[in-house]
């Protein structure tokens, strides 16, 4: 991170006692990163066994209090929390009387802006949206993780020098995000890091029923190489049957896919659609190798819908992909943390 970037220091937050609602796999790596930075973890909340175990190794010696405690207890405030919880926690803070006029309270929540903490806001706190754009193990790791780690920030004006400090004070880069951008903001986290793992998990499955011995190791080099490539060229990097209008190799991996993955043929139809859509609008796919391509990627997923004809166009090649192949299987307050499962929604990443 570039000296450039560091705020003047009569920007910088004083050193906070801070509080974490939300013993899930976030807060107490963000609250861990800030006693790096100099500020005092002094609570944390958590009902469950595995929060509580979270919170032991992560921030040792800070106690586990309720909530309201937390927040009696603390100037800087972390709600980390699943999506669906925040609102109701934050209006059942705020109606009990737990928040204080002056005090910092930040969700990480990448669905949400600001606005979501408007109770808290008339209750008189100073509210901050800071989304780290990272997936979260719950352990130690994610505190090495933050740093160069970019965050998705909505806050009041006033307070923008504020947050992106908090957020560079965690080793973070700030992006500020506008509060009406925000769902949008988190649909493409979700699209590229949620389903990456999806993509990847099935990938490794279908390598196993092929005969790899080690999908992981087959798979990181490429995997890594393609990754690289699409974050440095875009579309450009496009490789691959699809790209190249191979029709008859398509429809090969939908035959097989039918009959070794069905589960898998629905997603791999979807991603070749807009894998070929994107390679034609860059001029990638020549128009005249698409008609057969399109052909195999209009079928439904069980073969039952679209085109007949065995695709691989000009030499006849290519197995027929028709219907043989269907597939025959085919609150707030204590307990907005209280179960694990909820508390892991938090390996967000992006969340």
Same mark, same amino acid.
């Given at each position: 991170?570039?000296?450039?970037?560091?705020?003047?220091?009569?920007?910088?937050?004083?050193?906070?006692?801070?509080?974490?609602?939300?013993?899930? *796999?976030?807060?107490?790596?963000?609250?861990?990163? !800030? *006693?790096? =930075? @100099?500020?005092?973890?002094?609570?944390?909340?958590?009902?469950?066994?595995?929060?509580?175990?979270?919170?032991?190794?992560?921030?040792?010696?800070?106690?586990?209090?309720?909530? =309201?405690?937390?927040?009696?207890?603390? #100037?800087?405030?972390?709600?980390?929390?699943?999506?669906?919880?925040?609102?109701?926690?934050?209006?059942?803070?705020?109606?009990?009387?737990?928040?204080?006029?002056?005090?910092?309270?930040?969700?990480?929540?990448?669905?949400?802006?600001?606005?979501?903490?408007?109770?808290?806001?008339?209750?008189?706190?100073?509210?901050?949206?800071?989304?780290?754009?990272?997936?979260?193990?719950?352990?130690?790791?994610?505190?090495? &993780?933050?740093?160069?780690?970019?965050?998705?920030?909505?806050? %009041?004006?006033?307070?923008?020098?504020?947050? #992106?400090?908090?957020?560079?004070?965690?080793?973070?880069?700030?992006?500020?995000?506008? #509060?009406?951008?925000?769902?949008?903001?988190?649909?493409?986290?979700?699209?590229?890091?949620?389903?990456?793992?999806?993509?990847?998990?099935?990938?490794?499955?279908?390598?196993?029923?092929?005969?790899?011995?080690?999908?992981?190791?087959?798979?990181? %080099? !490429?995997?890594?190489?393609?990754?690289?490539?699409?974050?440095?060229?875009?579309?450009?990097?496009?490789?691959?049957?699809?790209?190249?209008?191979? =029709?008859?190799?398509?429809?090969?991996?939908?035959? #097989?896919?039918?009959?070794?993955?069905?589960?898998?043929?629905?997603?791999?139809?979807?991603?070749?659609?807009?894998?070929?859509?994107?390679?034609?609008?860059?001029?990638?796919?020549?128009?005249?190798?698409?008609?057969?391509?399109?052909?195999?990627?209009?079928? @439904? %997923?069980?073969?039952?819908?679209?085109?007949? &004809? =065995?695709?691989?166009?000009?030499?006849?090649?290519?197995?027929?992909?028709? @219907?043989?192949?269907?597939?025959?299987?085919?609150?707030?307050?204590?307990?907005?943390?209280?179960?694990?499962?909820?508390?892991?929604?938090?390996?967000?990443?992006?969340?």
């Amino acid at each position: 991170m570039s000296t450039s970037q560091q705020p003047d220091p009569r920007d910088r937050p004083a050193r906070l006692a801070v509080g974490v609602v939300g013993a899930g *796999r976030v807060g107490p790596a963000l609250a861990a990163s !800030l *006693r790096l =930075a @100099g500020h005092r973890p002094v609570a944390v909340s958590g009902v469950s066994d595995a929060s509580q175990r979270r919170a032991e190794q992560m921030l040792p010696g800070v106690p586990l209090v309720s909530p =309201a405690e937390v927040l009696r207890r603390s #100037e800087l405030v972390l709600l980390t929390v699943p999506d669906d919880a925040l609102a109701g926690l934050v209006t059942g803070l705020a109606e009990t009387g737990a928040v204080r006029p002056g005090q910092l309270l930040v969700h990480t929540s990448g669905r949400y802006g600001a606005k979501v903490l408007d109770p808290a806001l008339r209750a008189g706190a100073l509210p901050l949206a800071l989304h780290p754009a990272m997936t979260f193990t719950g352990t130690p790791v994610d505190v090495q &993780r933050l740093a160069g780690c970019s965050f998705g920030v909505t806050a %009041p004006e006033e307070l923008r020098l504020a947050a #992106e400090a908090l957020v560079i004070e965690m080793g973070g880069e700030p992006e500020w995000i506008a #509060e009406d951008m925000r769902p949008l903001y988190h649909a493409a986290l979700a699209l590229g890091a949620n389903h990456l793992v999806t993509l990847v998990a099935q990938a490794m499955e279908l390598l196993s029923e092929s005969g790899v011995s080690a999908p992981a190791r087959m798979l990181g %080099p !490429l995997l890594g190489a393609a990754l690289d490539n699409a974050l440095r060229s875009g579309d450009a990097a496009l490789t691959g049957p699809v790209a190249r209008g191979d =029709a008859g190799t398509v429809a090969a991996h939908v035959a #097989e896919l039918r009959r070794h993955a069905p589960q898998a043929v629905s997603g791999y139809l979807a991603m070749a659609r807009a894998t070929a859509d994107r390679a034609l609008a860059h001029g990638l796919l020549k128009p005249e190798l698409a008609e057969d391509l399109l052909d195999v990627l209009a079928e @439904g %997923p069980d073969g039952a819908d679209g085109p007949r &004809r =065995a695709p691989g166009g000009r030499d006849g090649r290519g197995p027929d992909v028709g @219907g043989d192949g269907r597939d025959d299987g085919g609150d707030h307050g204590d307990d907005a943390d209280d179960r694990d499962d909820r508390e892991d929604r938090e390996d967000r990443d992006g969340r």
